[in-house]
């Protein structure tokens, strides 16, 4: 501490004054060009924002405004220390400061590259929207992702190269040491893997309905390491990818129609006659129905069941979307109920028949 303090009280003797003016007069200019670099950036960035269908500035555009700002200041500050010479300086604190300011200089610049990522990202986002394709949906968030990564990982082997260490022998450590790293982290790759044999063979899509052994539900996200599926209860499930790679899967958006069967129980009390007609009328409604597939209709009276005539009725409709769907089957009950009205024949419901004998010896 006596010789820091003993270093600023010779260093504040022999500094030469007119480098100290240079160096606040930089300082100022540096601040000057702060305030015009920020105040262009700005108006260039309204301009494409006026350009633009959709609101980019303060989502996107302004938070590149704080890292140009800095990059100016931190620029001018640089080049101040760089211009100015420090006399008895055996311990080269002029070189800790430039070197610091390098630091920060490249995290800025980093920073700012995020930025630009982020407005990347947004314009995949809207191209992708308009293409049929979910393919590209699902590699947009792992793009954004690795760009991060990799950013972060250069940001990092510059400031590693800036503070004197040598980045050839710390990546020939990671290769000596990369069968460790990979044994450690083989739940990780084997995720990776996962999804790329699911981009792949591509078994689902964002937004697709899908069962697996372990979850039913929407596709929210496919990442490099999980896939997410929205539960119909709401809650969000978290699978790996290696584990959904493994699974069987039934992607049931990816058919074309839904299938309808049930069996249809009416009264013993029906005469085969009315039977016949009801049978007949049932067939007739599902083939004027514009929203049922014409290809596969069955409609058969098929058993006597314990307390009703069953009538066996199959077909699908023409969407696969399950409101529709609902709405269908809902029409095509009840003109079956209307149509079964009409002809006097009755719904059975279960029911149970008990005959009561007399006792042995009694009247």
């Known amino acids: 501490m006596d010789e820091l ?21 930089i300082l100022i200019i540096g601040f000057i060009a702060r305030k015009i670099a920020v105040k262009s950036a700005s108006l260039f960035f309204k301009m494409i924002d006026k350009k633009s269908k959709v609101s980019l500035f303060s989502n996107y555009l302004k938070p590149c405004l704080k890292p140009i700002g800095n990059f100016v200041s931190l620029l001018s500050l640089y080049i101040a220390i760089k211009l100015v010479s420090i006399p008895n300086d055996p311990i080269t604190y002029k070189d800790y400061l430039i070197r610091f300011l390098s630091i920060f200089l490249i995290l800025n610049i980093a920073w700012f590259l995020t930025s630009l990522v982020s407005i990347l990202i947004h314009y995949l986002e809207r191209f992708t929207a308009k293409t049929e394709s979910k393919l590209d949906d699902q590699l947009v968030p792992i793009l954004k992702k690795f760009l991060r990564i990799f950013i972060f990982v250069i ?21 000596l040491g990369g069968f460790a790293l990979a044994f450690a982290s083989k739940d990780t790759l084997a995720n990776i893997f996962g999804s790329i044999v699911i981009f792949a063979d591509r078994p689902f899509q964002i937004g697709d309905w899908i ?8 596709i929210e996200e496919v990442g490099l390491r999980s ?13 790996p990818n290696s584990k959904v790679a493994d699974s ?24 085969a006659s009315r ?12 083939s004027l129905h514009p929203r049922v597939d014409q290809e596969t209709i069955l409609v058969h009276f098929t058993d006597f069941g314990p307390s ?56």
Do not use: C, H
């Not at 303090?5 to 007069?25: A, E, P, R, T, V």
């Not at 016949?276 to 049932?282: F, K, N, P, S």
């Open 5 to 25: 303090l003993s270093f600023f009280s010779d260093l504040w003797k022999k500094i030469d004054y007119i480098q100290l003016g240079g160096f606040i007069l």
């Open 155 to 175: 940001t990092g082997l510059i400031i590693i190269q800036n503070l004197g260490f040598s980045v050839s022998g710390i990546l020939a450590g990671i290769g």
């Open 227 to 239: 896939t997410k599926i929205r539960t119909f209860e709401k809650t969000l499930v978290t699978i």
């Open 275 to 286: 039977l016949r007609e009801a049978v007949d009328a049932i067939k007739n409604i599902l």
């Open 211 to 218: 069962k697996t052994s372990e979850s039913e539900g929407i």
């Open 248 to 271: 069987v899967i039934e992607n049931i958006s990816a058919r074309p129609k839904r299938r309808i069967s049930y069996t249809l129980g009416v009264k013993y009390s029906t005469s």
């Open 308 to 363: 009703s005539l069953n009538i066996f009725i199959y077909f699908f409709t023409d969407t696969a979307v399950w409101a529709e769907y609902l709405e269908i089957k809902e029409d095509i009950n009840l003109k079956i109920m209307e149509n079964l009205e009409t002809l006097g024949v009755e719904i059975a419901f279960p029911s149970t028949s008990v005959y009561l004998e007399p006792m042995p010896g009694k009247r």
